[in-house]
């Protein structure tokens, strides 16, 4: 039984894999997709329990992907001595110098609106001093369930996908985000509530 103002079990119930609702769960048991560019995402706080938002589901699909949440980070330790790019646009983005290998690259990725990946630039200010890779020329989003204010806006699993220098997995990960989208639509009314 419910009690009123209590969110019924299925809402309350979480993937400990990915923490959406049991109900918007798409955690299909799948071998992580291996590409050799690292990725670290780094997400902000209020995003981490958006139930539309891919980054999660990102970094359970693609071996080498990180995520870090939080407002102020640091740059990771690099030994390996990898060229490092932020994925964002602007004024200043220019491809990676040619034939940069895929293995030599860290893809850094900040997961929010757009006023929070500008706030998450803004207190850290090693991420501006980073060039910037732009994306190029992309087919319109496919991710149904979140609406784009502008065509060239996509989910950050999408823009990883299509970032990804070749070989990227791109069709398995957009696969990854279409299957989101069916357990998305097909739970219709279930909501994120309480833990």
């Known amino acids: 039984m419910t009690l009123p103002g209590e ?44 139930v539309k938002g891919t980054a999660r589901l990102l970094t359970l699909s693609l071996a080498t992907c990180q995520l870090h949440v939080g407002e102020d980070f640091a740059p990771l330790p690099n030994p390996e001595g990898r060229v490092e790019a932020l994925l964002y646009p602007g004024d200043s983005a220019t491809p990676l110098p040619e034939g940069t290998p895929p293995g030599r690259l860290r893809l850094y990725v900040l997961d929010g609106t757009w006023r929070k990946s500008r706030l998450l630039l803004h207190r850290n200010p090693w991420l501006q001093a980073l060039p910037r890779w732009p994306l190029g020329t992309v087919p319109p989003t496919r991710y149904r369930v979140r609406r784009a204010q502008s065509a060239h806006q996509l989910s950050t699993l999408e823009a990883v996908a299509y970032a990804l220098p070749a070989p990227a997995p791109v069709g398995a990960l957009l696969a990854v985000l279409e299957g989101l989208m069916a357990a998305t639509e097909a739970a219709t009314g279930c909501e994120r509530r309480g833990p």
Request: with cysteine; charged share 25%.
């Open 7 to 50: 969110a019924p079990a299925r809402w309350r119930r979480r993937c400990t894999r990915c923490l959406r609702a049991r109900c918007l769960c798409h955690c299909v048991p799948r071998p992580a997709l291996a590409h050799p560019t690292e990725v670290v995402i780094l997400q902000h706080p209020l995003e981490q329990g958006e």
